[in-house]
């Protein structure tokens, strides 16, 4: 079955460091996404992608982060400065083509990345 | 902010019982709801969803009941296998699954051998 794949499960950067979290969303999916979730807490939205642009983004999702689908298969979260909070487990999810605005279709998400700030 | 709220941290039930996962939301835009299951280590794998124009939807084991008018929503899985031991996530979607996700913060299932 065709799944979400990320890389790393693991990154441990210094607290001010740039971090690049990668994704390989479902190959006959449009719709992508990054959640993360805090230790403890909700799993909660930072970002939605479609068409080559943002579609939607949470208050978390301030200047600090970017994303970017490089080359047609992966698709990116980068924080540019990263901060103490942002420590946390980051999913990306991607969902198929909505049919006319009547999708009701699930989002699948990959394993995550663990992103622990020193 | 709780629009999704799933009020039982844990639930232990025996093997071959009925396990039922409880689930309410506040935001009445909310018109597909999904139960997402989730190991250790591991992302949230889709189990089952539900629109606003069902009350039931049912995949072998699992059945989500949908009661909008009380804004609940119910996993039930029989019979409970200890595989199925996980923490279990009600997410909900506005405008037919194409907004966001908003979680639950999740029940903690054990099924108990």
């Known amino acids: 079955e065709p799944e979400v794949t990320q890389t790393p499960s693991h990154q441990v950067t210094q607290m001010g460091q740039e971090v690049i979290l990668r994704c390989v969303p479902i190959s006959n999916h449009l719709y992508f996404y990054w959640y993360r979730q805090i230790l403890g807490q909700k799993v909660e939205f930072l970002v939605s992608?479609?068409?080559?642009?943002?579609?939607?983004k949470s208050e978390i999702f301030d200047d600090q982060f970017s994303v970017e689908r490089p080359d047609g298969s992966n698709f990116t979260l980068k924080i540019r400065s990263t901060k103490l909070e942002d420590s946390a487990m980051y999913f990306c999810?991607?969902?198929?083509?909505?049919?006319?605005?009547?999708?009701?279709?699930?989002?699948?998400f990959g394993d995550g990345t663990r992103l622990s700030i020193l | 902010d709780q629009q999704v709220k799933q009020n039982s941290p844990s639930l232990s039930v025996q093997e071959g019982r009925i396990s039922i996962l409880n689930c309410d939301y506040t935001n009445s835009m909310f018109d597909y709801f999904l139960w997402y299951k989730k190991y250790p280590a591991e992302g949230p794998t889709f189990l089952i969803s539900i629109s606003s124009i069902k009350d039931k939807n049912e995949d072998g084991r699992f059945t989500v009941f949908l009661n909008k008018s009380a804004k609940h929503l119910s996993l039930h899985i029989v019979p409970s296998q200890p595989g199925d031991s996980a923490v279990y996530f009600c997410a909900a979607s506005a405008n037919s699954g194409n907004t966001p996700l908003v979680f639950g913060k999740g029940t903690r299932l054990s099924v108990i051998a």
């Open positions: 992608f479609y068409n080559n642009e943002i579609s939607e």
């Open positions: 999810a991607s969902m198929i083509e909505d049919y006319g605005g009547y999708s009701n279709q699930p989002q699948h």
